[in-house]
């Protein structure tokens, strides 16, 4: 137990890690991406992804990989109507109040982190209903 323990200590950090470099590093100035540099960044991203289930089957097994390689790719497909939802309300955003391309990387952060926190802050109810018919 006290490994498992460390085990989540060690993600949690490696995903502050990550997003700092992410953010704060790579991206710092604002500018417009490009598909090129879309798809290589997305790449980078889909590789840590694999590196962490070979991980996972590696110290937890052949099941325990597949399941998280599944979830992985179940995940990745459904996330696709959250990008168009992201970038529609972007688009409506910045075309609305006419605000430049390069400030509109801050309006999907602020998006991607409302969302974040409204998804923590926002537990779903373990009661019944006791709304009768």
């Known amino acids: ?26 991206h710092r100035k604002a500018h417009e991406i490009k598909f090129k540099e879309a798809i290589s960044w997305s790449a980078v991203w889909i590789v840590f992804a694999l590196i962490f289930n070979a991980g996972i089957y590696h110290f937890m097994g052949a099941q325990k990989g597949t399941e998280f ?4 790719l179940i995940e990745k497909v459904l996330s696709v109507d959250n990008i168009f939802v992201f970038v529609g309300v972007k688009m409506m955003i910045v075309d609305f109040y006419k605000i430049p391309v390069s400030y509109s990387l801050a309006i999907i952060l602020l998006i991607l982190v409302t969302s974040i926190i409204s998804s923590i802050a926002i537990k779903p109810s ?6 009768q018919n």
Do not use: C
């Open 126 to 131: 373990t009661e019944k209903s006791t709304i």
């Open 69 to 72: 390689l599944t979830g992985y």
């Open 1 to 26: 137990m006290d490994n498992q323990i460390w085990l989540w200590i060690g993600f949690n950090l490696f995903i502050l890690l990550m997003l700092a470099l992410d953010l704060g590093v790579f």
